[in-house]
């Protein structure tokens, strides 16, 4: 395959049915290629929704990135539901056999409650299912038997985790690469103050650990390739050299260098031993 494709997340916020997702794209190839991307629509999501930002069709030097954004544009009144897209990349000179899907990516959209009516006897029993549930709150409250969610935010992770998990409660967490310190607490939900039972979830955004870029002098190219990638970071370009012909193939350095400490999504320059 001539492409691989990366992105620093696995879903996107959407803020009055709008927000945009952003996928690096990296020529594998020792030689130059034409990309196509285009944006799969899964699990719902409609084509008139999601768009490649500028030209979907751009031509790429050998070992060279470049970074498509998705945009996601859902009309007022659309349906509350949760829902995927992709973006996916050809070789315009052979789409048919050189191609590469890249990693889903999911967004909700909250809904307003306009896809459905409420006709007054269901408010009536609404009204008085509030009633009940609100009897309930107070009848726990008067027993103790809330919790307050503290504020967490700007905490690191571990930190976080343990004040949440220490008043009863359960954490369910998610990396994102934002820029921040590593590891900082961006967003929680529910909100700080917020009342809830024990073992409640409380849901945690924090910026991503760093990784540590690790020593692979000698190994095949391939393999650094694939090691790399799942680390979460990103082959930026292979760059041949002469050292020693009797080790065509093996790595001779990586930059950012072995031994660095860097965020996910960083690009890696990858130093080969040119092939006889």
């Known amino acids: 395959m001539t492409f691989h494709i990366s992105n620093p997340g696995t879903s996107i916020e ?46 790429m030097e050998a070992g060279g990135t470049t970074v498509f954004s998705v945009n996601v544009k859902v009309p007022e009144g659309t349906p509350k539901g949760r829902h995927k897209l992709r973006l996916d990349v050809v070789n315009a000179a052979n789409s048919q056999e050189d191609f590469k899907q890249g990693p889903e990516v999911s967004f909700e959209i909250p809904g307003d409650g306009t896809d459905r009516k409420i006709w007054p006897w269901v408010l009536g029993g609404v009204g008085a299912l509030l009633l009940l549930i609100g009897g309930i709150f107070l009848l726990v409250r008067m027993l103790g038997g809330s919790i307050a969610v503290p504020d967490v935010t700007g905490m690191e992770f571990e930190e976080a985790k343990l004040s949440i998990e220490e008043l009863g409660l359960v954490v369910e967490s998610t990396e994102v690469v934002q820029g921040a310190p590593e590891n900082e607490v961006l967003e929680q939900e529910p ?33 650094v390739e694939v090691l790399l990638n799942e680390m979460g970071l990103v082959v930026a370009s292979r760059e041949l050299r002469r050292v020693d012909p009797n080790r065509p193939g093996k790595v001779i350095s990586l930059e950012p260098a072995s031994g660095e400490n860097v965020r996910k999504g960083t690009p890696v320059v990858v130093t080969v031993e040119a092939p006889l």
């Open 14 to 59: 959407l803020k009055d049915g709008s927000g945009h997702v952003q996928f690096t794209v990296s020529n594998t190839r020792d030689e130059g290629v034409r990309a196509r991307a285009s944006v799969a629509h899964l699990e719902g999501a409609q084509d008139t929704w999601l768009s490649v930002a500028g030209d979907p069709e751009r031509v």
């Open 191 to 223: 909100e700080a103050g917020a009342e809830v039972e024990k073992k409640s979830v409380v849901a945690l955004v924090h910026e991503a650990p760093f990784v540590t870029i690790p020593d692979l002098t000698d190994a095949d190219y391939q393999e």
